[in-house]
C-alpha cells in the first residue's frame, strides 16, 4: 500500500469514526442507542431516574423501548418527529395520561405496548393516525370499558389485547371495524356478559380469550360469523349451560377450553362437527373443575368422551359431582349402568 492508499484509508477510518461518535453523541442519557443501516434502536431502562420521555431521541428512530420508568404522562410532542417509528414499547411504567396528539407523528407505527401501567381510559382520537397498527398491547391496566372510537381507524390491527383489566361490559359494537383482528385477547377482566354481535365483524379471527371472567352464559349465534376460530378459552368463568349448536360453524376449532365453570352438562351433539378438535397438539378440549351431574343426560358426552378421551386435557379432573354414587369419579371410567340409563 503505497503513501496515498494510506492516507486514504485513515481517513476514511477517521470518518466512520467521526460518524459513529457522532451518533452516539445524541443518544438521550440513560439510553442505550444502536445505529446500523436503516435501523436504529433506542433501549431506556431505568427505575428511579426517568420520570420522563427522554428528549434528543435520534429522528431516525425505528424501535424504542423506553420501560420500568416513573413517567406518568404522555405529551404531545414527546415523540414528535418520529415519522420512521415503527415499535413503541412502553411497558411497565406509571403512566395514567397520554395526550390526545402524543402518536399524530407515528405513522408507521406497527406495535405499541402499554403493557402494566395505569391508564383508565385514553383520549378517543388517540389512535386515529395509527393506521399501519398491527399489534396493540393494553393489557396490565385500569380500563373499566371499551370506547369503539379508540379502534375507529384500526383496520390493519392483527392482534388485540386487553387482557387483565377491569372491565365489567363492552359495547357491543367495541370491534366491528377491526377486519383483520386475529387475535382478542379479553381474560382476567370482569366481564358478566359477552354482546352476542360482538363479533360479528371480525371474519379473520383465529384466536378468541374470554378465561377468567364473570361469564354467566354465552348467548346462541356468538360464534357464527367468526369461522376461522381455531382457539376458543373460555375457562375459569361461571358459564352454566352451553346453548345447543354454539359451535356448529365452527369447523376450524382445534381447542376449547371450558375448564372451571359451572357446566352441570352439555347438549348432545356439541361436538359432533368439531373435527378438527386437537388436531394440532393432540389434547384439544378441557372439560375440567366442572360440577357434572352423571346421570342419563350427560349420556352424549360421556360416550364422546370414551371414543375422544386422548383429545381431553385433564381428563383425570373431568369428574361427577352428583350423584353421590358417582361423586369424585372420572366420566370416562363410568360405566352405563352409572349413569342409570
Known sequence: ????????????????????????AVCPSHCI??????????????????????????????????????????????FAGLFQLQELHLSSNKLTNISSGALKDLHQLTVLDLTNNLLNTFPPDLFSTSLNLTTLSLEGNKLQTVNPLWFHHLHRLESLSLSNNMLKSLPPNSFQNLTNLIALDLSSNKLENFPATSLN?????????????????????????????????????????????????????????????????????????LLNIGMKWQQGLDLSLNPWVCNCDLTYLWRWIKINSEKLYAIGSTVCAKPETVSGKQVNTLSEVELMC
Open 1 to 24: 500500500m503505497d503513501q496515498m492508499d494510506a492516507m486514504k484509508t485513515t481517513a476514511a477510518l477517521f470518518l466512520s469514526y467521526f460518524c459513529f461518535s457522532s451518533s452516539v
Open 33 to 78: 442507542c444502536y445505529f446500523s443501516n436503516n435501523i436504529t434502536s433506542v433501549t431506556c431502562v431505568s427505575l428511579e431516574s426517568i420520570h420522563k420521555v427522554p428528549e434528543n431521541i435520534p429522528s431516525s428512530a425505528t424501535s424504542i423501548s423506553l420501560e420500568f420508568t416513573n413517567i406518568t404522562t404522555l405529551k404531545e410532542k414527546d
Open 201 to 273: 365483524k371480525l371474519s379473520k379471527l383465529e384466536r378468541l380469550n374470554l378465561g377468567n371472567n364473570q361469564l354467566h352464559s354465552i348467548l346462541p349465534g356468538t360464534f357464527d360469523h367468526v369461522l376461522n376460530l381455531e382457539y376458543l378459552f373460555l375457562g375459569s368463568n361461571k358459564i352454566r349451560a352451553i346453548p345447543v349448536g354454539l359451535f356448529n360453524k365452527l369447523l376450524k376449532l382445534d381447542t376449547i377450553d371450558l375448564s372451571e365453570n359451572k357446566l352441570e352438562s352439555l347438549p348432545s351433539g356439541i361436538f359432533d362437527k
